[in-house]
């Protein structure tokens, strides 16, 4: 695509114009497609030109009869003149309209190149958090020199630790339920009308045979529970939805708690009418946010009728009001339900909203038993940043958590029993003081086997932070039978050196103290 040559009648003009235009290569948008890119483009085009001349608004509305506002439109990225404001706006740019709309963009604009050339700020679930995709530019234009240096610091980053979409989708989603402090009222409604419409048991459980029934005779879908089965290589593959056939595939591995799970999830995008969503379960690719936003959807809306919100609030009225602790409380309400640990502790979002409780954090763990290694897969942070909390630098969690020592609990049950899908789920509860902030959680948490993946064992954990609300709460919360734990992060951050569970070297604490007798040498050194 030609680009057409600036001129400009001020030698000084002309040099600042030539500069700021020297060109990056023309990157593949699809200009037709994407009509919001390509007043983007132009208004950062314009508003370089503009610049470059030394012009305000009022001084380029003399040039071309345009109004300040809808130039102050156009550069915003608002607005797309027609094609004889383009030419008037080329003429007086000392441009050309070939080169005002073609996708090139100049030099210093390179790092916003990479970013619309990646899709990436579109795929960003920016209107969730009520930006735009034109704010954004216009921030990056105001100040290009500093901002695309940080753009550009970002993107090296991400490269340089395999940071890919997928993951700001799952950060923009844990964000965007921590907003909400994870409930969300139009979800609940439609899953409280939904189980009354056709007659769901309002204090569970819901039966597997019941959603089967309404999948086929209401959604009109066909179920195959055996073609999973025949490919090895699926066997931690738990559903995959054919959308032209409207057929759910289901793994005959899964227990009847899991089949109930993925059919209500199912029955979620139909009732909730999702469109662009996951073909299977769990993914192998994730392509866009709203994928990730409509699965966690339709997830919650599985988990509001397979759990009535109103009964499960009895339920915790009740366990909250009794003065000590019993291991098998949790056990007794996932069997009350019939669902997992996961749906179970998923439904504990109603602790913010009916008991005012919100400072609280979810885990999920998982344990790789064939390379003996923890890691956190999911985590949920309402309120704040709470202490326990991911490590994405490959550090070794501390063995103290209660999670840590349920996975162990269950690792010994494993070396007597052959049969994964008969280990039992393992429950209990500690009050967790962390040693180097004094925070102290209440956490209830549940251990299982990850059926039918092999080699892999569960554990999801709730922690709420203890204060005088809490306990007025949760009656339970000091029993003496609850073991209190001082405890850390990772072992390679904490500072305790003699823990009797320590698994890794403090080799973080240690580059810490060292940094601050540094600093503190230094401090003396120079005052």
Known sequence: MSVGVIC????????????????VPTFALIMGRDKQ???????????????????????LNRQTGIS???LNEIEKGKKYPQPELLHKLAKALGSSVEFLTSPELPAQYAPIA???????????PLSFFGINLQQVVEIMARAPGRVNAFISAMLDIARHYSVHNEHFFFAALRAYQELHMNYFEDIEQVAAAFTCEHQLPLDGPVSAEHLAYLL?????????DQTLGTYPLLRGVRAVFNPRQRRLYLNPLLN???????MAKEIGFAALRLEQRPLATPWLRVRTFEEVLNNY???????????????????????FQQPTWREESLLDLMAHYQVSPEVLF?????????????????LRLIYDAEHHQIEIDKELHLNRQHRPQASGLGQTYCRRWLSTSLLQRLDTIARHTDDEGAWPMVAGAQRMLFADSGEEYLCLAVAKTAYPTPNRRVCVMLGVELDDHARSVIRFADDNSIESRIVGVTCEQCGWLDCPQRAAEAREFARREQRRQMEKILTLLTE
Do not use: C, M
């Open 256 to 262: 009847q708690r899991q089949r109930a799970f993925q």
């Open 8 to 23: 400009v009648n001020t030698g000084a003009a002309k040099g600042r114009a030539k500069q700021a235009f020297e060109r």
């Open 37 to 59: 890119l390509q007043r983007i483009l132009l208004g950062l085009k314009v508003r370089q030109l503009r610049q470059a001349h030394g012009w305000n608004f009022d001084e």
């Open 297 to 319: 959807r339709a997830a919650y809306f599985a988990v509001a009728i397979l759990v009535p919100r109103e009964a499960f609030v009895r339920h915790l009225h009740v366990l």
């Open 68 to 70: 300040p506002s809808y």
């Open 346 to 362: 998923q439904r504990f979002n109603v602790l913010s909203q009916a008991f005012d409780l919100h400072k609280i954090f979810f």
């Open 216 to 224: 086929t005779e209401h959604f009109d879908y066909a179920l195959d």
């Open 114 to 124: 990479r970013l619309l050339e990646s899709n990436f700020l579109n795929e960003l």
